[in-house]
């Protein structure tokens, strides 16, 4: 009796975890998406997208934080055998890299046309939305502030600077953004005498600004956003936009990408989500949320601590060219965090 | 021949699931654009002297953690196994807590005790100050990866003194006191044991990437997460994670020859005797005092400040709305994965325990080699096996995940059932056997009933280990198909700290889950007994 109880319990086990698996495959319609933006800040748009279309939303969430082999590895290690429809990148060099590695299909969303064309492939392999300014969280204490990037190599401030790791994320942007404008020797010269600063390395952008607002360095190159979180967090910093004189070079902007991928097994409904994406409501929702993220769009609300994109000297940048040098310095840039 | 058959069937499926992943990587690491070149080895090579001091830092890293972990572990070790010590199975299961958490959890609840804005910052700002500057470094990654790691020189160290023949102890005792015994006895018969903890513990301090990464200490498996994550070059990570590996078989090929040597040494003959006991007299009180204070500073201390930090039910209600899916997928890849691990490890187990077929020391040395390689090596292994439209079903589907749960943690059940199997003795199957019983009969009903309490061990701990993975998922979960760990990290990037420590204990209470249960069932089956 006792082992006819045991056995009918792993069979009916058996015969739940069967059905639970073979339920586990695609049903239509689905969208599945990788994601590189903050899993706290991207799903409740992808939940809002699954109850106004129908559309169910299956995704893979990747953290710039982690810089684990996430969304963008598994792409490019599933380029032969595409899983997903839609790529949304956290910026658009990643975007870039997939354009060039032939992983991105172009596709021109009717929402796209508001978004200023500096922030857009001008084929429709990827478009940016709502986005983030490379800007300085400077502790509260600090007076004169800093005016400029170029503020690192200022002996005045020696041993008192700290950045993300130039390996990854919007920081290795913001450098490779540099080396186009100035060129390779100039963008050379500044990293040596950046070192030379004395300058910290942290391991993200969050930590550089927890850094700062503990007032262990005098400030950082963050993102618009760990400035903000930290703003609500009452610390003692502030928000300085770089570059904003006449001559000088501007603010370095990130939006995020919506990338369709070639090959999607859901194309139709990757291109769905990729409007959505795009719209002017999806910016007002990432901009009112704790991601203040900068619309793009014009006419919608920006985050309440954060000045619109048209009120700021945006860096004129072609972000191709910019994907294309990252890949170029990335040796060098490698040496230059391991000391060499 | 049904029993060579099923063996061997056994070692090809373990071959299939983590050696091929492995070899389809390392071989696609050679073709660049589809031709031959070895110009990642060649960039690897260029760049030696760089590699070469963050192996240094590594291998420093993981030698600091395993002598502390073996220094600490052993003693508790013996302490909660072999002694009278009021409270053991409590003070046991305390102790062993830090095991079932993701290494950068402790790591973060450290940083919560230590940080500004703890509560030793507002007793003590300058201590906080200092403590917190050195727990980032070197110093900071020892201290969470040893109390990480100890468990497992404790684990083994409780498993392996009850397995030690009472009759020598008992020799001994005729001419020496306890202290005497456990020096020229006990321990020198649990050495094997010891140093194979001590070889864990150093190969997973060397893989690990999440804790040095968050201490800032630069390692060596961070260049091949760094090649992963900004150079998104396969073959040139794939070069990387070469010195790793052959680290890795140096070691183990350090460790094969003693402990196979001397573990036959260790066989209980006495199947089923009597344990013998340290009665510790006037010391119990004052030893429990000691280990109490350690499990209260090293794990109670952070763990209160998880539970503090997500002691309100709107972090709680927030947490089972964002991850209720991830919890109970979690449970069911957990429960699969421990039944199959439980499954093939027994037949891997038998095989090394019996060495029926030659192939028994290359399995062997196999699932101890796939169990210290980074989980996200074994990941990106098995994408470029798996990833393909003909084995989609296999892809597209949990059953990676179960996968990689089988290739990286394969050596546990292995090597457990091993030792179970050693406590038996042979003479009941070889009867069996004379009796011209077959041999899924002699198993099912001697060798399984015989080793029913050591399976039931077997499958919780691979239970533990699957709930807890995170380099294997992060890498291969089906879109939509996450697991509890992984959704803890992903959240982990400006989420609350409420949410991340309510998520955390979930975490906690959902892998206590079953010990608890097993722990009420055999009691229930002691007191019916």
Redesign the interface.
């Known amino acids: 009796m006792k082992k006819t109880l045991w056995i009918s319990l792993v069979l009916l086990a058996g015969a739940a975890?069967a059905v639970?698996?073979f339920k586990?495959?695609?049903r239509a319609p689905t969208v599945?998406?990788?994601v590189s933006h903050?899993?706290?800040?991207s799903?409740p748009i992808l939940k809002d997208f699954e109850k106004d279309t129908g559309i169910s939303?299956?995704?893979?969430?990747?953290?710039?934080?982690?810089?684990?082999?996430?969304a963008?590895?598994?792409l490019?290690?599933?380029r032969?055998?595409p899983?997903?429809d839609v790529y949304w990148a956290n910026e658009p060099i990643r975007a870039e890299?997939l354009r060039q590695?032939h992983i991105a299909a172009p596709y021109v969303s009717p929402n796209a046309a508001g978004i200023p064309a500096i922030f857009r492939d001008p084929d429709g392999y990827w478009t940016g939305f709502a986005a983030r300014a490379r800007v300085l969280i400077v502790h509260s204490d600090i007076n004169p502030r800093p005016t400029s990037v170029l503020s690192y190599t200022d002996p005045r401030w020696r041993g008192r600077t700290v950045i993300a790791n130039p390996?990854?994320g919007t920081t290795?942007d913001q450098i490779a953004a540099l080396f186009v404008l100035w060129g390779d020797d100039h963008g050379r010269t500044f990293m040596q005498d950046l070192h030379d600063s004395g300058v910290k390395i942290?391991?993200s952008n969050?930590?550089s600004a927890d850094l700062v607002a503990?007032g262990a360095f005098a400030f950082g190159l963050v993102d618009s956003?760990d400035v903000v979180?930290r703003i609500k967090q009452h610390q003692p910093i502030d928000i300085v936009y770089p570059d904003q004189g006449v001559d000088e070079i501007g603010c370095f902007i990130v939006p995020n990408a919506a990338v369709l991928i070639a090959g999607a097994p859901h194309p139709e409904a990757g291109k769905k989500l990729i409007d959505y994406l795009l719209s002017k409501d999806t910016e007002r929702k990432l901009a009112l949320s704790?991601?203040a993220q900068i619309p793009l769009h014009s006419g919608v609300t920006s985050p309440a601590e954060l000045r619109p994109i048209e009120s700021m000297k945006v860096m004129s940048v072609n972000y191709a060219e910019v994907a294309a040098k990252l890949q170029a310095i990335?040796p060098f840039l490698?040496?230059w965090v391991?000391g060499? | 021949m049904e029993k060579r058959l099923t063996l061997a069937a056994a070692a090809a499926l373990l071959a299939v699931i983590g050696f091929l992943p492995l070899l389809t990587m390392v071989t696609n690491s050679f073709f660049v654009d589809g031709l031959f070149s070895l110009k990642a080895y060649q960039a690897l090579w260029d760049?030696g002297r760089?590699q070469l001091?963050l192996m240094g830092q590594s291998v420093l890293l993981s030698l600091y953690v395993t002598f502390l972990a073996t220094v600490v572990g052993v003693p508790l070790g013996v302490l909660l196994g072999k002694t009278d010590l009021p409270f053991r199975l409590t003070l046991t299961v305390l102790l062993t807590l830090p095991l079932l958490i993701p290494p950068y959890v402790i790591a973060v609840a450290w940083f919560a005790v230590l940080g500004?804005g703890s509560w030793i910052s507002s007793l003590a700002p300058e201590t906080s100050k200092y403590l917190s500057t050195a727990y980032f470094g070197l110093y900071g990654c020892t201290g969470v990866l040893f109390t990480t790691f100890v468990p497992i020189v404790i684990l083994l160290t409780i498993a392996y003194v009850g397995a030690v023949n009472p009759r020598l102890e008992d020799a001994g005792r005729l001419v020496s006191r306890w202290p005497g015994v456990l020096r020229r006895i006990t321990l020198p018969l649990i050495a094997p044991a010891i140093l194979f903890a001590a070889v864990l513990v150093f190969l997973l301090t060397l893989g690990e990437v999440g804790v040095p990464?968050?201490l800032?200490y630069p390692v060596y498996p961070v260049e091949t997460?760094?090649q992963?994550?900004?150079?998104?070059n396969?073959s040139a990570?794939t070069a990387a994670v070469i010195p790793l590996l052959v680290v890795t078989l140096v070691v183990l090929a350090l460790e094969y020859p003693i402990l196979h040597n001397q573990v036959s040494e260790l066989r209980t003959v006495t199947f089923g005797g009597m344990r013998t006991q340290i009665k510790l007299g006037r010391w119990r009180l004052p030893l429990l005092g000691i280990v109490s204070v350690w499990g209260l500073v090293t794990v109670a201390l952070p763990l209160a400040v998880l539970i503090a930090q997500s002691s309100s039910l709107s972090a709680y209600a927030d947490a089972f709305a964002?991850a209720s899916d991830s919890i109970l997928r979690s449970l069911?890849f957990a429960i699969?994965g421990a039944s199959l691990l439980t499954l093939l490890g027994f037949f891997c187990g038998y095989l090394i325990h019996n060495r029926t077929l030659p192939v028994w020391r290359g399995i062997d040395a196999l699932t101890l080699f796939l169990f210290t390689l980074p989980g996200?090596v074994v990941?990106?292994g098995l994408?470029?096996l798996w990833?393909?439209?003909i084995s989609?079903f296999i892809?597209?589907?949990?059953?990676i995940i179960i996968l990689g749960y089988l290739a990286q943690y394969a050596v546990l059940p292995t090597r457990m059932t091993s030792t179970i199997l050693d406590r038996i003795p042979r003479s009941l199957e070889q009867a069996a056997q004379l009796c011209g019983t077959s041999w899924f009969t002699t198993l099912r009903h001697i060798v399984v009933p015989l080793a029913r309490r050591g399976l039931i061990a077997v499958w919780i701990i691979g239970y533990v280990f699957c709930l807890r993975d995170l380099g294997v998922s992060?890498?291969v979960?089906?879109?939509?198909?996450?697991t509890l760990p992984?959704?803890i990290?992903?959240?982990?990037?400006?989420?609350t700290p409420s949410l991340i420590a309510a998520l955390c204990v979930i975490l906690i209470v959902v892998t206590l889950l079953p010990v608890g249960a097993v722990a009420l069932w055999s009691g229930r089956d002691r007191i019916g007994a």
Do not use: C, H
């Not at chain 1, 903050?38 to 800040?41: A, H, N």
């Open positions: 975890i639970w698996y586990s495959f695609p599945v998406v990788y903050d899993q706290v800040f799903e939303v299956r995704a893979v969430y990747d953290t710039e934080e982690t810089k684990s082999a996430g963008m590895n598994r490019i290690a599933e032969n055998n899983q997903a890299v590695q390996l990854f290795t942290s391991p969050g930590d503990r956003d979180n704790n991601a990335q490698k040496k391991g060499g | 760049s760089q001091v500004s990464t968050y800032r997460l760094t992963f994550a900004a150079f998104y396969f990570a964002r069911v699969v996200t990941g990106i994408i470029s990833n393909r439209p989609n892809y597209g589907t949990p059953a992060i890498v979960y089906p879109p939509g198909s996450d992984v959704r990290l992903t959240l982990m990037a400006n989420g």
